[in-house]
C-alpha cells in the first residue's frame, strides 16, 4: 500500500500537466481532515480553560430569606 502511494506521489510530482480536479480534491480532503483534527484539540483545551476558570471562580453567597 505504502509503495503504491509513493509512486503516485512521485507519478504526480513529475506529471507536465497542471493539477486536476481529483488532485484538488485530495488536497481539500487533506486541508478539512487537518483543520477537524487542528479544530478538536483546541476545542478540547479551550473547554478545559473554562472549566479550570469557573472551579476557580468564589461562589456567591445565598441572599437572605425575608
Not at 5 to 17: N, P, W
Not at 19 to 38: C, D, K, R, S
Not at 40 to 57: E, F, I, K, P, Q
Amino acid at each position: 500500500m505504502y509503495n503504491a502511494f509513493l509512486a503516485t506521489v512521485i507519478r504526480l510530482r513529475h506529471s507536465d500537466e497542471g493539477a486536476t480536479l481529483v488532485e484538488y480534491g485530495i488536497a481539500l480532503g487533506l486541508a478539512i481532515a487537518l483543520g477537524g483534527g487542528a479544530l478538536a484539540v483546541l476545542a478540547t483545551d479551550v473547554g478545559n480553560t473554562y472549566t479550570a476558570a469557573s472551579g476557580a471562580l468564589p461562589t456567591a453567597p445565598s441572599p437572605a430569606s425575608p
